[in-house]
């Protein structure tokens, strides 16, 4: 399975929250959140469920960033791959 992050590029007050939406093999799977700080997080899945703080903090949830592309780390791929089964 393919998945890839796209980040919400709308507009977004100066401490508001960064939001992503994820898709597995082009389809929406889960929208996903972070506060300006990268303290507090959380994720939406398409099938109803929520919660925060998956797989601990959000550096261990999304990587790359910047120049380089951004993407889901191996074990937020396993989390979201479990809740969806």
Known sequence: MTYRVERDDAPRESFGEYKYRIYRDGILVANYWHDYRGDEHGID???GKSETWPVGRMIEFLEGGGPKA??????AEAYIQERLA
């Open 45 to 47: 899945l398409v099938n």
């Open 70 to 75: 951004t993407v889901l780390s191996a074990r």
